[in-house]
C-alpha cells in the first residue's frame, strides 16, 4: 500500500485495497474507509464478508467494497486494487465524456495496442495485440455500479476504469495484481501522453502557413 501511494496512485484517502482471505465463505482483508492508504498499519485491516459487512476489526468498509466483492466473485480474482492516479482519472473521465457526446450512456472502452508492456498482463504474449479495458460512468450508488460493471468483468484485460474517478485492477493473488497495476498504469499514463503530443502535433500543424 505504502509503495502505491508514493507513486501518486491513491493520494490522500484515495483508493482502496483487498485480497482474498478465504472464499467459502468468502472473507477480504482490506483498509477501513477513510483512512490514508500510505500510513495504515496492518493491525489497522479489517475483514469484510461476503456481503461486505465488518467481521473484525475497527472501521467502516467502503462503499466501494461492493465492487471489489463483485471482481472477486466473476473474475476469480485473489486480490484488487483500486487507484486515483492521474492517468486513470484524466482518461476515464475523457473517455466517458467523449462517449457521452455521441449520444451514449453505457459502458465505453478505452483501447490500448502494438506496445511491449502489455506482455506485463497474463496470457499476453506478443506486442502486437489490443486490448479494450472497459470504462464505466461514474455512480454513487455501488450496488447499481457493480451491477453495470458484472456483465464487462468476465473479458475486461485484468482492469476496469471509472469514469472521473479511477482504475480497478486485479489478478490471482497480490503479486499478480500489483504487476497488472503497474503495468496498467504504465499503459494509462503512455495513453495520455501520446494524445497530448497529437493535439500539440495537430496544433503546430495549423499554425504553418499555407504550403508550409
Not at 129 to 156: F, G, M, Y
Request: glycine share 12%.
Amino acid at each position: 500500500m505504502a509503495d502505491i501511494h508514493r507513486r501518486g496512485w491513491c493520494d490522500g484517502t484515495g483508493g482502496n485495497f483487498s485480497c482474498v482471505v478465504q472464499r467459502d465463505p468468502l472473507q477480504l482483508l482490506m483498509a477501513p474507509s477513510g483512512v490514508d492508504k500510505g500510513r495504515v498499519q496492518p493491525e489497522e485491516l479489517i475483514l469484510v464478508n461476503g456481503e461486505g459487512q465488518v467481521i473484525e476489526g475497527r472501521g467502516k468498509a467502503s462503499a466501494e467494497t461492493a465492487l471489489h466483492l463483485e471482481i472477486v466473485k466473476q473474475c476469480g480474482a485473489g486480490a484488487v486494487l483500486h487507484t486515483h492516479s492521474q492517468a486513470g482519472t484524466l482518461l476515464s473521465g475523457w473517455v466517458c465524456d467523449h462517449t457521452s457526446r455521441g449520444g451514449h450512456s453505457s459502458a465505453a472502452e478505452l483501447r490500448l495496442r502494438d506496445l511491449e508492456m502489455l506482455k506485463g498482463l497474463r496470457g499476453i504474449h506478443t506486442h502486437a495485440t489490443e486490448l479494450a479495458i472497459p470504462v464505466l460512468p461514474n455512480d454513487q450508488d455501488l450496488q447499481r455500479l457493480s451491477a453495470a460493471a458484472r456483465p464487462l468483468l468476465p473479458a475486461a484485460p485484468y482492469g476496469l476504469l471509472i469514469g472521473g474517478h479511477g482504475l480497478y485492477a486485479w489478478g490471482v493473488d497480490l503479486p499478480e495484481a500489483l504487476r497488472h497495476l503497474e503495468i496498467l498504469e504504465f499503459l494509462l499514463e503512455q495513453r495520455w501522453r501520446l494524445l497530448l503530443l497529437e493535439c500539440l502535433a495537430a496544433a503546430a500543424g495549423s499554425a504553418l502557413p499555407a504550403g508550409g
